[in-house]
DNA sequence: AACATGTGCAACCCTGAGGTTGCACTAAGG
DNA sequence: CCTTAGTGCAACCTCAGGGTTGCACATGTT
């Protein structure tokens, strides 16, 4: 599974995009603060984390006893290009084949 | 649930991804046709199809015995201007915050 | 030392998504 | 009219993902 693939798993779950909302907002948090602010157990926040950190969405520093995470801009705004290539690739397949059939007939 | 997130969802299936390449790659095709190409059936197919175009990443046409699917780039490239929207954002916030702290200190 | 707070690990539960099978229905072609 | 190819519907199966609980471990505080 590529990068790419990876953020649109990641991104796919409502409670992980609250999340990168929540991390985006504060700057950094840890699993503890952010669990507080969730209908949902630290532990499944924790999960979720680890997923968007797979992703590359999220990064996490440990200051003393506590585990701080952070978003990555940089990964959420190389997703954005490839799915932009992606929909221009599209356009220019569909633009190919509608001039061919107009020559065509 | 927003377009956004239904594009996400859409997305973030391996099989659902092929079907969109597919999809591009013959410009027009039949669920039954892409089950040849897929080691699924077609009701998989269907399936998957129904999401995309809820997601509203395909369209289809009704064309004699057969319904006939292709892709939407517009869908593809709007969502791919939202997630980056939501990058610059996440980045604003962050050269805010560490503004701050280097004031603040 | 004792206590509180945050984390890590593992087992477990349960729903939903992806997939299949079977059959009825409809349209095209001989 | 009969056959063939494509679709639609519904019941069913299976498993990974999201979630929980319980407990051990580590760090900070008094």
Do not use: C, F
């Not at 984390?49 to 705004?77: F, I, K, N, Q």
């Not at 929909?87 to 509608?98: D, V």
């Amino acid at each position: 599974m590529n990068l790419l693939d990876a953020v649109l798993v990641a991104l796919a779950e409502p409670t992980r995009r609250q999340l990168l909302d929540l991390l985006a907002e504060r700057g950094e948090a840890s699993a503890s603060t952010l669990a507080q602010a969730l209908p949902v157990t630290r532990q499944a926040i924790v999960k979720h984390l680890a997923v968007l950190d797979d992703a590359g969405l999220v990064s996490s520093r440990r200051a003393g006893r506590e585990v701080r995470y952070r978003t990555r801009p940089e990964r959420l705004a190389q997703a954005a290009r490839d799915l932009s290539e992606l929909a221009t690739a599209w356009e220019t397949r569909l633009a190919t084949i509608k001039r061919l059939a107009e020559e065509g007939d």
